[in-house]
């Protein structure tokens, strides 16, 4: 594809600026991992960093990278004078982790941060932390902790990391982190809490995250969340039973929202309204049929949108038309038949965005980024993404029908005892010329299509020539298996039962062969009498061939193709594998027998003493005519 200059400094729709050079290349070459600008501008800042990771690395440069601090203490001396045997201690702070505690153990009252995760603490009495005023960081994970109590954590007011994940906490009682009013960071990943009670965030008030992943929470009350969290950013609550999500649930003070692996089905009418400075927002894996129209309103400074893995069933044109500032929108697995342009053309800023097919990303072109971009078949440029399969394609095609027709004529001018297999072997060489028709059909719209396949991928593929060429070579491969099975079992019979009397004749050949073809017919079209079931079955591909089985796929479909089509199958299947039956078929049963190379032999034979007599009768006639 040849880039072009910009004009009047900008570059034409569907095409994006190398630099500062005025050179524009087309979508499909930035970030497809090859240089293409003379500057390599077009493989810089792929990386999709929008939403929370550049939110992450705004706070932490903000809060002086806490983290990348607490790294040098490793290097210190214990400076505590109490610290159980078998624990670490570097500086202020002790690692009794894996030590099989069944308790907290005793240390020096100014240490700052206590490592006991992975021990056997079943519960912590009241007041178990009170003496540590200077505590910092505090990390119980994996135990076996089933409750806490509301004094369990009186009196650290310099608290700033909680790790309480890999529990079996159920319930948060009210006010039982009331005295940790410096904490940052409360981390309740893998425990069974099912219900957020009023109340249980209650003196938080220097929160910046909660993380609450694989709990069983079904329900969050109302106006709660930043009003006992009033600095809330992040609030991760994935793999949770959330099955609806209720108007004013969710308010003002959070930047950072992530609903994954959830259940839900549905969302009110203004849930996020209040959420006017939400940067990222995580919905997908739920089970959402329908989002509300004026869902995303109020969300002007979203950056990162993720629906995927949701059972949508249409997306309003207009749905995303609120979100100025949208930078990435992830869609993966998510089938829209109404894509147009207008649904994403109001996204100015978008710079990533994410489908279930690339062909959807036509309908994105002022999007520099864009994935999928190939479906393994095809490209954003042909068809046949590999050079390969564009030569062989012909050479395949040449070679199926060309050999099938030769066998054809053949068998017809060559006169046999055996009629019967005859007929039978002309029959399969049909069927395996439909399939030397149907790779022509590819090598041609291959060429139509050439340089810009990604403008009329979708079209194709729901078009009826597409159905047509794909359901010729599934009569093709049907038709071809069921003749040779029946050829087999035919010869097996006369080699098992030489004398038996039951041979099929010209009428029983004809009609076996009439119920082939019926059979491979009916096998043919009924997945266009059940779109529910089978969906766009000779659609799924460039290739309108039903190949690929995946987890996208429907059911139907997957076990239809699954039941015909045997074993793990790539795209280069349809080029390389599927037409050698046919390709070969007329050499192994036909032009390698001893019989019609005797019969070749003979014709070849009498029409060379044809000739040669011919070439006589011109010379005698030559000389009559000389000497007269």
Not at 162 to 177: G, T
Not at 237 to 243: C, F, H, I, T
Not at 346 to 361: A, G, M, P, R
């Amino acid at each position: 594809m040849i880039p072009s200059n910009m004009d009047s400094g900008t570059c034409p729709l569907g095409q994006f600026p190398c630099g500062n050079l005025s050179v524009c290349l087309p979508q499909l070459l930035h970030c497809n991992g090859h240089k293409d600008c003379l500057n390599g501008a077009d493989e810089e800042n792929c990386v999709d960093n929008s939403g929370w990771p550049k939110l992450f690395d705004t706070i932490q440069s903000a809060r002086g990278n806490q983290a990348s601090r607490e790294e040098e203490p490793q290097e210190y001396e214990c400076e505590l004078d109490i610290y159980p045997e078998k624990c670490e201690c570097k500086k202020k702070i002790v690692n009794c982790s894996s030590q099989e505690f069944q308790f907290v153990p005793p240390v020096s009252v100014n240490v700052t941060a206590l490592d006991l995760k992975d021990n056997k603490i079943k519960s912590l009495a009241d007041g178990a932390f009170d003496k540590y005023r200077d505590l910092e960081k505090l990390l119980l994970q994996n135990n076996r902790l089933r409750s806490i109590s509301h004094l369990t954590f009186s009196g650290l007011f310099n608290l700033k990391m909680l790790f309480l994940s890999d529990n079996r906490i159920r319930v948060l009682k009210p006010e039982v982190f009331k005295d940790l009013h410096s904490l940052e960071w409360l981390i309740l990943d893998n425990n069974r809490v099912a219900k957020i009670v009023p109340g249980a965030f209650m003196g938080l008030n220097s929160l910046y995250f909660l993380y609450m992943l694989n709990n069983s929470i079904t329900e969050i009350p109302k106006n709660s969340l930043c009003s006992e969290m009033p600095r809330l950013n992040w609030l991760d609550l994935e793999g949770n039973q959330l099955n609806t999500i209720s108007e004013s649930v969710f308010q003002e003070c959070i930047t950072v929202l992530i609903l994954r692996r959830n259940k839900i089905s549905r969302i009110e009418q203004g849930a996020f309204t209040q959420m006017k400075k939400l940067v990222d927002l995580d919905l997908s894996v739920n089970q959402i049929v329908e989002l509300p129209p004026s869902l995303f309103s109020n969300l002007e400074d979203l950056q990162q949108l993720n629906l995927s893995f949701n059972p949508l069933k249409h997306i309003p044109h207009s749905q995303f038309d609120l979100l100025s500032n949208l930078q990435s929108l992830i869609m993966e697995d998510i089938e829209i038949p109404n894509i147009h342009n207008r649904m994403f053309s109001s996204l100015v800023n978008l710079s990533h965005i994410y489908f279930k097919k690339f062909q959807y990303c036509s309908h994105a072109p002022h999007v520099r980024s864009c994935k999928p971009n190939s479906d393994g078949i095809s490209s954003f440029e042909d068809m046949l993404a590999n050079i390969l399969l564009r030569v062989f394609v012909w050479v395949m095609a040449c070679v199926t029908c060309f050999g099938n027709l030769f066998v054809i004529c053949m068998r017809s001018f060559i006169v046999t005892e055996n009629c019967q297999h005859a007929m039978s072997i002309k029959s399969l060489c049909c069927a395996d010329c439909l399939m030397g028709f149907y790779l022509f059909c590819l090598g041609a719209y291959d060429i139509k299509f050439q340089g810009e396949y990604n403008k009329h991928a979708q079209i194709w593929m729901e078009s009826r020539e597409c159905k047509l060429v794909g359901s010729l070579a599934m009569l093709s491969s049907e038709v071809s298996v069921l003749m040779l099975t029946y050829m087999t079992l035919e010869k097996y019979l006369c080699i098992v039962f030489p004398f038996s009397h039951f041979r099929a004749g010209r009428a029983q050949t004809i009609g076996a062969l009439a119920a082939i073809w019926g059979l491979g017919f009916l096998i043919t079209v009924i997945p266009f009498f059940s779109y529910d079931t089978f969906g766009n079955f000779y659609g799924r591909n460039g290739v309108c061939f039903p190949l690929q089985s995946d987890s996208t796929e429907k059911s139907g479909a997957r076990g239809y193709s699954v039941s015909i089509f045997l074993g793990t199958i790539t795209s280069w299947v349809v080029i390389f594998i599927l037409p050698i039956n046919s390709a070969l078929n007329p050499i192994l049963y036909t032009m390698t027998t001893s019989s019609f190379q005797e019969k070749l032999k003979q014709c070849l034979q009498s029409k060379r003493h044809q000739l040669q007599d011919s070439g006589k009768s011109f010379t005698l006639v030559s000389i009559h005519t000389n000497t007269a």
